[in-house]
């Protein structure tokens, strides 16, 4: 059992599919991480998204609405629960065409799927294409559910190699108070991401100022590739 994670498939019964599925404490918390995202597309008015722990798929409405200038020519969304899988689609292709929408559950996707064991060389692809590539990866909340920190930081740079424009890592930072939720999120040291960031790029930018106990980390290409 993973400490670290909430009853998902159980929160989106009784809620529907909003940001209380999630484990987001409001619409604006929700908002204010994917706002992350809107930033580092920055005045690019066409790109393709993986979307890792995807949700209910409420970052592609928030997106079009903040930026009704974009076309998504792709996006991927990505989950462990069949349920919000499903939910993702359904949403989704409410504001995209159906066939510039794919989702899956986590373990169909070799380059960002993690390992129950993270002494096992998680780094280790198994010789794994990276099938999918799109320009952004929004890794926005997952982090917080995993097992442990390694698999953070393992998937993280998975993102990274996912990308070609930037990967944005949303976490929890380590003076979180965990107060009286059932789970514990599991918190990261900045410091410590940014020094994991470093070692896959040096064009990184940082945000700790929108949310208390919240920061985001965004490794930016310097070249499109």
């Known amino acids: ?6 009853d998902f498939p159980g929160l989106l019964q009784t809620h529907g599919p909003d940001y209380r599925a999630c484990g987001w404490g409001s619409v604006l ?4 991480r994917f706002a992350q995202l809107v930033t580092a597309i920055e005045t690019r008015t066409e790109v393709s998204l993986i979307d890792v722990g995807c949700g209910t798929g409420e970052l592609v409405p928030y997106l079009l609405r903040m930026r009704p200038d974009l076309t998504v020519t792709r996006y991927v969304g990505i989950d462990v629960f069949p349920t919000m899988v499903e939910a993702t689609r359904s949403l989704v292709t409410q504001y995209l065409p159906e066939q510039s929408v794919e989702t ?3 373990h169909e996707i070799p380059p960002l799927t993690y390992r129950a064991d993270p002494l096992s060389d998680p780094l280790d692809l198994d010789g794994q294409p990276f099938v999918i590539k799109t320009d952004y990866v929004f890794v926005g909340g997952v982090m917080t559910h995993l097992h ?3 698999l953070g930081y393992e998937l993280m740079r998975r993102a990274w190699d996912c990308c070609r424009v930037a990967c944005v890592i949303n976490a929890l930072d380590h003076t979180w108070p965990p107060g009286t939720r059932e789970t514990v999120p599991l918190r990261y040291d900045p ?3 940014l020094t994991w960031a470093r070692l896959l790029t040096s064009n990184i930018r940082y945000d700790h100022t929108y949310l208390p106990h919240d920061f985001t980390v965004t490794l ?3 070249i499109d590739v």
Not at 1 to 6: A, F
Not at 29 to 32: D, G, L, R, T
């Open 1 to 6: 059992m993973n400490p670290h994670q909430l």
């Open 29 to 32: 918390s929700q908002e204010k």
């Open 104 to 106: 899956y559950l986590a």
């Open 148 to 150: 442990s920190h390694r």
């Open 191 to 193: 410091s410590v991401v």
């Open 220 to 222: 930016l290409r310097e």
